[in-house]
């Protein structure tokens, strides 16, 4: 035997409960028969598959989650919550532990995901609609790529793919509803 | 027939063919389509993994506005913003503690009852499909297309209430309504790397190019898209494609509505069809250029 022994206890569950009070999603009934792993197309990519990162919540293994790149490599394709016989809200539960860790400030294994994110959102509270160019521009400063993707990017600006300014409708209305959602979330 | 009309950010800018196309099929199809004044953001890909509330307040805030403006129904074309609305429309209807934050949220009241449906569904329905066949003007049944309907249409089924995940036929039928071939293959709901577009382009390239190639397996001239994140990764990251894996696919990646447009002798340029970055001309070896 190599690995450590896992110490199981009744604070084990507070990462399971943790994921249902925020998320809603309840990973207790999980039986790890593994048909998200076999269907997730990016999979290949990352260290824990699906599978194995619930198990660790239900484990309450909180730094085994923490540390997965898992949640951060998910594309969102709903394909594990599809297929899942208990009925799962896989992807919901990958959410889950960004939305969690990103309130507590935590690293993630893949920062640039977090970035995209951080620029997205920031964007919509700020314009109301996503202005496309000014989002790549705020994605490019936080994650220091300035030449990535540049070839393509002026490919589609010659074939006028992108509003050069942006449109400034429904911003105050979104920038409201952040207000709202943000001094509800409070703790 | 009239519907509100939720564009969304995409269909406004890197995603306009899809907008101008559609419009121009309802045109000649007699649809008709009023855009939602005030719509906002739905959060797309990106917020709920910020903000679970957030993530369902946006779309709800649209939906109050149907009402409003005296509509019931709302049409949505983008993929990722159907699946949003469907998403929170669910959430709001079977957790009654996050409506009531919801409504705290928008200040408004949860337009739960609002019927969101995509563009497919209007166009496979009786009577219009029976009707579409007699009002083409040019005949792309020389054209054998992959119809591809990526993930979010789908996914969920019991959520998105569109079609079956495992092999849906909804976009085939309305092709083969307006007499375009279509090809049977297995990656029509296989993800394309999705939001990875500009995070992970590594993914993307990698997830894209198996759609690519299996629709090349079977035969497909061109790929039929409903969903402007799936056009983006198929269509812009071909030159990559060709960087790491040898060949370049110069596969056309188009909107089942620029199809539908050119079946229903609508011209190529009221399509958008010069916007797309991987060259479309090979269609037209196919169909015989445009009058």
Redesign the interface.
Known sequence: MTEAAINLDESSLKLTDLVSA???VDVSYCYQCGKCATGC??AY?MDLVPTQLIHAIQLGLTDVVYKSKTMW?C?????C??CCPQEIDIAEVL??I??LM?REGGTPQ?P??L????S??QN?NWF???Y?LGM?GM?KLRTGKFT??M??GM??LK?????LLP?L??GS??H???K??KK??KP | MKYGYYPG??L???G?EFDKSFKAVCHKLGVELVELE????C????????????AI??PM?NLALLPEMELEEVVIPCASCF?RFKIAQHSVKT?KK?KR?VV????KDCNDEAKVIHPLTIFSQKPLISQIPTLVERNLSGLKVACYYG??LT???KITEFDV?EYPMTMDNVLRATGVTTVDWPYKT??C????A????D?VVN?SHNVIQEAKLAGADAISVACPLCHANLD??Q??MAKKYGTHPQLPILYFTQLMGLSLGISPEELYL????TDVEKIFEKIGQPA
Do not use: Y
């Open positions: 925020v998320g809603g197309p990016v990519e490599l594309a969102g394709c709903l394909t919550t599809t959410s889950t960004k939305i990103t893949v640039d995901v970035k995209f994110t951080q997205f959102v919509l109301g609609r996503i496309e790549v994605l990535q993707d070839a393509m490919k589609m074939k006028d793919k992108f509003h449109r409708r429904g209305a979104v409201q509803i952040f709202r959602v509800q979330e | 950010c995409s406004h800018s890197t306009q005030k719509w906002v953001c959060g797309a890909s990106a917020v709920h993994n910020l903000s679970q509330l957030m307040a946006l805030a699946s957790d996050l934050k705290e949220a928008i200040h993930c979010l996914r969920p089924p995940a296989v993800c790397g999705a939001s990875f500009l995070s992970k382009p993914i997830l812009t990251r030159d990559d010069h916007k797309h970055l």
